[in-house]
């Protein structure tokens, strides 16, 4: 955005900002997205006994699936921002 405005092209960006946000927001929405359907997946092979009944499967470990993916995701964000914080001079590491 600061370079946008010392080139004054304020409204180019002000779009690359939103695009990049729809584009965050959309890969971190299939991330969750996959994580979920993981978890139906896993209990379905697990169920019906397959291949995937070799492998022990532990229900509670499926079943935190969707909660290990929101970590994963609160984690990664706050990792981000305290690079920036720590490169903008903000946050003294």
Known sequence: MLGAIALDRVGF???LIVAFSLGLAGALTAIGVLMVRAKTVLERMGAEGRWLSRIPLNRQLIQALPAVSALFIVLVGTGV?????VQAGLLHW
């Open 13 to 15: 960006g002000l779009l």
């Open 81 to 85: 921002t305290l690079t920036a914080l």
